[in-house]
């Protein structure tokens, strides 16, 4: 089982449409979480932390529920520029603080 | 913000060749950094995880001989590629941890673009 796991994609909504994307993590002693977008060809870039209380940035608010080790992102109105790839990443610190990352769904916002 | 330059961006070589990158953290002191690759439609796998002043960690299935890792100082960290070949063609990014700022989001590099012909 891989240690984090995202949605298969890749998700083609139409601009304007609310998405989620889920995520599921396999180490209980994990103690950071976010969200990473990666455009075509370019390195990850932090889109949010995960906090357990939730968190809103604007569009895009992430959910975390520990009991479950599970993690979402829903971003509403979504926009053209949101097509990219979101990356799941889990922070486990005894590894090291290393960065596990999800395989990423890919979105794709048409008009 | 802080930033992480990585050096080159893309490189074209032989194969048999080596090829170093370069990793530096341009405003902060990072006395960890990450390698990671990335192959097409993959997500990124850690290679190894590079201390100021001792020996990198390499994660399983990394040949440490392969991918030499130097982290000489607070500020940069180097990755060579020794004796690449065409199955090493990859995306090879480094992030670096602000040793100021403890657990924070990671910082990545702009990753290199490594094709061996």
């Known amino acids: 089982r891989k240690e984090v796991e995202q949605d298969p994609g890749p998700f083609n909504v139409p601009e304007g449409a609310t998405v989620a994307f889920n995520c599921t993590y396999s180490?209980?002693?994990?103690?950071?979480f976010f969200w990473y977008r990666q455009d075509c060809r370019k390195e990850p870039k932090l889109l949010m932390s995960?906090?357990?209380s939730g968190n809103e940035d604007g569009r895009f608010t992430a959910q975390l529920n520990r009991a479950s080790q599970y993690i979402s992102l829903l971003i509403r109105d979504s926009k053209l520029s949101d097509s990219a790839t979101y990356l799941c990443v889990v922070n486990t610190y005894n590894q090291g603080g290393k960065l596990i990352f999800g395989q990423g769904t890919e979105l794709s916002v048409k008009p | 913000g802080a930033v992480v330059s990585q050096h080159p961006s893309w490189v074209i070589c032989k194969s048999g060749t080596s090829v170093k990158i370069e990793c530096r953290s341009l405003d902060f002191q990072a006395t960890t950094m990450f390698w990671y690759r990335q192959f097409p439609k993959q997500s990124l796998m850690l290679m190894a995880t590079?201390?100021?002043?001792?020996?990198?960690?390499?994660e399983q299935g990394v040949e440490k001989d392969k991918f030499l890792i130097n982290h000489a100082s607070l500020t940069l960290s180097t990755l060579t590629v020794t004796s690449a070949h065409p199955e090493d063609s990859s995306f090879y990014i480094c992030?670096?941890?602000?040793?100021?700022?403890?657990?924070?989001?990671?910082?990545f590099g702009n990753g290199t673009r490594l094709t061996v012909t």
């Open positions: 995960v906090y357990s």
């Open positions: 992030s670096a941890m602000d040793r100021d700022k403890g657990n924070s989001p990671l910082h």
């Open positions: 180490n209980s002693a994990s103690q950071s």
């Open positions: 590079s201390n100021e002043g001792s020996k990198a960690t390499y």
